[in-house]
T-cell receptor, first 112, second 116 residues
Framework: GESVGLHLPTLSVQEGDNSIINCAYSNSASDYFIWYKQESGKGPQFIIDIRSNMDKRQGQRVTVLLNKTVKHLSLQIAATQPGDSAVYFCAENSGGYQKVTFGTGTKLQVIP | NAGVTQTPKFQVLKTGQSMTLQCAQDMNHEYMSWYRQDPGMGLRLIHYSVGAGITDQGEVPNGYNVSRSTTEDFPLRLLSAAPSQTSVYFC???????????????FGQGTRLTVV
């Protein structure tokens, strides 16, 4: 199986329900945040990003919320579908390649 | 569009062997990078390049070499493989520095390397 999924927190959601995946970031100087989706056996895929001058950004069925006060990021997926089953992780960036930190991820399991 | 292509997809090496992980992109991106992904850890940057002929070290460069002779290719070399290098390796490319507005990083499918 996919070793990357070991030891990850898992969120199980009924198909059609909304999902909320959380991420705590560490660097108060981070000014850019990204959510990635990683399906089993595949590379990470960009979902949505947000800059620190915003607190909310919406995409297609996804919304990212940023709370700089408590250094917290969340990804909301509306009407979750089986194809949304994957590992989701956030990344924070305070400038350039060497300033990007990736989270370990949350495994989303969609129950049909 | 093929995007970012990594080869091989799977590899088993013996300790001390050398090999090259290949990465090619067809999007004319200047920025390319290599990451490793280990259980319980986020992606960690090994090496990156901001254009042909220019490379730099990331967070975990020891045991790895890179070169960038063309815009399209960014191979990662393991000179003398060690069990600690057992990991999943991802190559990524983008049109600008990470963190630049409207810049998306595209990742390859990964190379699963086991060193015994």
């Amino acid at each position: 199986g996919e070793s990357v999924g070991l030891h990850l927190p898992t969120l199980s959601v009924q198909e059609g329900d909304n999902s909320i995946i959380n991420c705590a970031y560490s660097n108060s100087a981070s000014d850019y945040f990204i959510w990635y989706k990683q399906e089993s056996g595949k590379g990470p895929q960009f979902i949505i990003d947000i800059r620190s001058n915003m607190d909310k950004r919406q995409g297609q069925r996804v919304t990212v919320l940023l709370n700089k006060t408590v250094k917290h990021l969340s990804l909301q997926i509306a009407a979750t579908q089986p194809g949304d089953s994957a590992v989701y992780f956030c990344a924070e960036n305070s400038g350039g390649y060497q300033k990007v930190t990736f989270g370990t991820g949350t495994k989303l399991q969609v129950i049909p | 569009n093929a995007g970012v292509t990594q080869t091989p997809k799977f590899q088993v090496l013996k300790t001390g062997q050398s090999m090259t992980l290949q990465c090619a992109q067809d999007m004319n991106h200047e920025y390319m990078s290599w990451y490793r992904q280990d259980p319980g850890m986020g992606l960690r940057l090994i090496h990156y390049s901001v254009g042909a002929g220019i490379t730099d070290q990331g967070e975990v460069p020891n045991g790895y070499n890179v070169s960038r002779s063309t815009t399209e290719d960014f191979p990662l070399r393991l000179l003398s493989a060690a069990p600690s290098q057992t990991s999943v390796y991802f190559c990524a490319s983008s049109s600008d520095f990470p963190g630049t507005a409207n810049t998306e990083a595209f990742f390859g499918q990964g190379t699963r390397l086991t060193v015994v």
